[in-house]
């Protein structure tokens, strides 16, 4: 690359909101900040790409045609992580057909923010000062909200690092603060991938000799996360299975796991050997198996033909993306990495530089004019999306200093911005709940209960039916968790509850004194509240009786 532009300035900033840009600002269930970025990232790209390659007549034609296809993509209601893998594959395109020198400037830009994010998570590994840090169940979370994404972060800045040009002090400081910091994401998988890794560069063949010793020590380790990973693919091959041919969905994994781990806690052998898991899991932890859940076998063989493509594009690769191909290759296979936009991006970034010598890539005329067309007819979408969201956010607010009639208005721009989503829904739901509108709240938990069925919707659907009153109804959703998941002290809780208040004593008393045995595997701040309602439960019960 000869010089920084303004054109690189602006692609920075859009990066790092992509891979780091979670912000309050939006709702936090989509990190809209990030795939905001990333949207404009590609919007940048592409638009230089196809100014380029194309006649100053066939680009204003490109962006006149694009501008009324607009007006009609603005109803469209198009899952997020799948949009996100799209307007990757044109970020991968438009950095191919680019100048082959300008990997330097993203591979720079990678290692800035990444140490931006380093300068947060380090300090976590100081206990006295960890609190004062973005953390979650003891984990850090940067301002990217999650720190397995982080992880891949971290991973890939130290390939990249160890390819800089510069003193050989400042690069081993900058590779000990990455190596720190993720550490400090206690990202068991990506940190045991990324060192054997490094170690097979170095002794092939000790890694090679030493893998099945270090498979049974990280299993005898890490059990509860295996078996995790077993019970939840068994459960995502169950859903292939029922859903052979077309899949469950795009988007409705957590749906289909949902009703398929309701079918299998029926199962004695099942419920034994792995007991009761979090039904609130939105991947299959295996891109063979959800994209096999959601699409069928169009979905197995485009996982196939994925992974083959990155196989292949190993052998092309220099030392830094072969790694980060390899870490995301490996990583596609036991945990979540596709629907992330940071595992997406470094991706992208390693693949634009093994694949940089495509001839057709670079001359092609029709590519660069689909995906002009196609991010331009999109960005009246987005508009809508990140507009909802917003509105989405104001209602939060207002509705937790108690003005619901704002929260409502807002909340019904937001519905009509970006229709069908079930965290508007609920949200609605529950002010409508506090206004006293009982009847509207419960339709719209009903809408979302038929929509989506998973753990936090039919929960959130069941507090705004216990508080309007409507305990059977509520009781169906409470059943339903407590099924696939029997140790969710809140759920066992509002069940004893509603059976109290049904007049079913001997039930509720059952409950109650379940929720005191429950031994969860992990602490939630609702634990002592629990156990003290269930404590008082059951003193109402015996002066009940008196």
Known sequence: MRKFTLFHFLCFISLLFALSGQSSF??????????????????????????????????????????IANWFSHDLNINIPLLNFFICGGVFLSLVAGDSDEFNFWKKAIISISLIQALIVAPTLIPTIKAFFPIFNNEPLGTVGNSDFLAILFASSIFYALELKISKSWRNTIILIFSLSLLATMSKGTILVFVL?????????????????????????????????????????KIWKNNFWFGSGTGQFSSAYFNANKELMNLNWYKNFFGAWS????????????????????????????LSFLFLSLK?????????????????????????IQGLLTLCFALSD??????????????????????????????????????????????KVGYFDSSLENLMNANLLYKNDTNILLTTAYVNSRL???????????????????????????????????????????????????????????????????????????????????????????????????????????????
């Not at 039904?279 to 485009?302: K, P, R, Y």
């Not at 030392?319 to 979540?336: G, P, Q």
């Not at 660069?368 to 809508?384: D, E, K, Y």
Request: glycine fraction near 4%.
């Open 354 to 399: 093994a694949n940089k010598e495509n001839s057709f890539i670079k001359k092609s005329k029709v590519l660069p004019a689909v995906c002009l067309f196609s991010i331009l007819t999109l960005s009246g979408f987005m508009f809508n999306f990140v507009s909802s969201q917003y509105f989405l956010k104001r209602g939060l607010i207002l509705s």
């Open 316 to 340: 092309k690769s220099k030392e830094a993306s072969k790694d980060v191909i390899l870490l995301s290759l490996i990583k596609s296979l036991y945990t979540v990495l596709i629907p992330t």
């Open 26 to 67: 939006f709702s936090q269930e989509y990190f809209v900040a990030q795939s905001l970025g990333l949207f404009l990232l590609s919007l940048l790209l592409i638009t230089r790409w196809t100014y380029n390659s194309l006649k100053k007549i066939e680009f204003i034609s490109i962006v006149i045609v694009a501008s």
């Open 197 to 237: 890794i490094l170690l097979f560069k170095r002794w092939p063949r000790v890694v090679c000799y030493s893998l099945f010793p270090i498979g049974l020590i990280f299993t005898f380790l890490f059990s509860h996360s295996l078996f995790g990973r077993l019970q939840l693919w068994i459960t995502a091959l």
């Open 436 to 546: 006293g509108n009982c009847d509207q709240a419960t339709a719209e938990v009903n809408i979302v209960s038929n929509l989506r069925q998973d753990m936090d919707s039919f929960k959130r659907g069941g507090h705004i039916l216990f508080d309007c009153k409507k305990y059977d109804k509520a009781l169906r959703l409470f059943s339903d968790i407590h099924l696939v998941f029997p140790e969710h002290r809140t759920t066992t809780m509002k069940m004893a509850w509603i059976y109290y208040f049904l007049w079913d004593n001997t039930t509720a008393k059952k409950l109650a004194r379940e929720v005191l045995k429950l031994q969860p595997r992990r602490k939630s701040f609702s634990d002592e509240r629990n156990l003290n309602e269930a404590n008082d439960l059951l003193k109402l019960i015996t002066n009940r009786h008196r």
């Open 279 to 306: 039904s609130q899991v939105t991947d299959a932890h295996n891109l063979l198996l959800h994209w096999s859940s959601e699409w069928g076998v169009i979905g197995l063989i485009a996982s196939v033909l994925f």
